[in-house]
């Protein structure tokens, strides 16, 4: 039982490089979402996608793009990476809004 | 802005020993619920108390809810050295928008 896969777990950037970070839950989820988290905070979320077709900003949407791409994937793209987007990040997905999440390990992106 | 607002920061106790930890936060509420950070991975969903609900079990976890205060508190029973951990509470006001507090990061001492 895999529940929330991320990828890739490590990634080192330059400045103005272009990636994408993949997700992909097998728990037939309807919501999945993007965080952020730099150290000792907690997470900050990026964008949101209430069901498949739907994505939404979060508190702090500005530098990323994302994707729904079917009920299982939820991608995170960075178009021109900056040193402030350093960060590690978490997707996670649930059933129904306002209920429990399922959270992947996280990528840790470093951006020089 | 934070919505949820965890206290104490930092919390070392020896093993056996009880764990609190507050949140508070600032606009109304469905729920409110706390999640567990182990070093270097995901949050793990720990428990989800309703907003009509005041107090709620689960093992050696015990979450209160004060609406009043906006206020929750989290418990750890007969803390074990496999505890240490961040703790995080969450809430939702806006539906999918879930807002995490900053965290207390618990040490247990064995």
């Known amino acids: 039982n895999a529940g929330v896969t991320q990828t890739p777990k490590f990634q080192v950037l330059k400045t103005g490089q272009s990636m994408t970070l993949q997700c992909a839950q097998d728990m037939n989820h309807n919501s999945m979402y993007w965080y952020r988290q730099d150290p000792g905070m907690g997470l900050r979320l990026i964008y949101y996608s209430a069901s498949e077709g739907t994505t939404d900003k979060g508190e702090v949407p500005n530098g990323y793009n994302v994707s729904r791409l079917n009920k299982r994937e939820f991608s995170l793209r960075l178009e021109s990476a900056a040193p402030s987007q350093t960060s590690v990040y978490f997707c996670?997905?649930?059933?129904?809004?306002?209920?429990?999440?399922?959270f992947g390990d996280g990528t840790r992106l470093s951006i020089l | 802005s934070q919505q949820g607002e965890e206290d104490p920061q930092a919390l070392s106790i020896q093993e056996g020993e009880n764990a609190t930890m507050n949140c508070s936060y600032k606009?109304?509420?469905?729920?409110l619920q706390w999640y567990r950070q182990n070093s270097g991975r995901g949050l793990v969903h720990l428990i989800l108390?309703?907003?009509?609900?005041r107090e709620k079990h689960s093992g050696r976890l015990r979450v209160t809810l004060d609406t009043s205060k906006k206020s929750s508190s989290l418990l750890i029973t007969a803390s074990r050295a496999a505890d240490t951990a961040s703790y995080f509470c969450?809430?939702?006001?806006?539906?999918?928008?879930?807002?995490f507090g900053a965290g207390t990061r618990l040490f247990v001492k064995a």
């Open positions: 606009t109304s509420i469905n729920n």
């Open positions: 969450a809430t939702a006001p806006g539906g999918f928008k879930t807002i």
């Open positions: 108390i309703r907003s009509n609900e």
């Open positions: 996670a997905s649930s059933g129904l809004q306002d209920q429990p999440q399922h």
